[in-house]
T-cell receptor, first 111, second 115 residues
């Protein structure tokens, strides 16, 4: 079963607005990663946040991590139509090599 | 192009046939992963190689699935006696470990349809 669960499952916003999506996980982790997948294609790595970090920025992306709540959020500011994609969080349980991806948030940015 | 490549990109087969997919990782990456993804779901871990050694395999993987990575370079994933439930996108990813933290680079995937 998937460890990561994202919410919302789907999100539709206007260009220029901010998009926030959340991820929850179940076990101890070394890091949490966010990936983007455009329709029918492979995944692209967006950002990695380590378990001892609370917040990280990369361009228009802001990620937070709360290990006490086992949750993370991804904020995309000033969204663009090109941000339309599915977004997945991925975690790896300490001591294993098995990455667990969530079910994803499907983001649609309307021009 | 030095990204991860996968072949074929699409495969249609009849139930009961065997299929084999190939993944060529980024050359300096020692880690290689296979995933399966069905519509509307996230990638599901299948197996992991470090160099040529297969170090982890999903318990969900039946005996019909086998993967190899000879010489620690390219990898193949074979599905024997395919079933309709095997229809999915098969993704390969490679990475290089950096002090326990890594970024996976994904290939474009092989889309399998079992009739």
């Amino acid at each position: 079963s998937q460890q990561g669960e994202e919410d919302p499952q789907a999100l539709s916003i206007q260009e220029g607005e901010n998009a926030t999506m959340n991820c929850s996980y179940k076990t101890s982790i070394n890091n949490l990663q966010w990936y983007r997948q455009n329709s029918g294609r492979g995944l692209v790595h967006l950002i990695l946040i380590r378990s001892n970090e609370r917040e990280k920025h990369s361009g228009r992306l802001r990620v937070t991590l709360d290990t006490s709540k086992k949750s993370s959020s991804l904020l995309i500011t000033a969204s663009r139509a090109a941000d339309t994609a599915s977004y997945f969080c991925a975690t790896i349980t300490s001591g294993t090599y098995k990455y667990i991806f969530g079910t994803g948030t499907r983001l649609k940015v309307l021009a | 192009d030095t990204g991860v490549s996968q072949n074929p990109r699409h495969k249609i087969t009849k139930r009961g046939q065997n299929v084999t997919f190939r993944c060529d990782p980024i050359s300096e990456h020692n880690r290689l992963y296979w995933y399966r993804q069905t519509l509307g779901q996230g990638p599901e871990f299948l197996t992991y190689f470090q160099n040529e050694a297969q170090l982890e395999k999903s318990r969900l993987l039946s005996d019909r699935f086998s993967a190899e990575r000879p010489k620690g370079s390219f990898s193949t994933l074979e599905i024997q006696r395919t079933e309709q439930g095997d229809s999915a996108m098969y993704l390969c990813a490679s990475s290089f470990d950096r002090e326990g933290h890594e970024t996976q680079y994904f290939g474009p995937g092989t889309r399998l349809l079992v009739l």
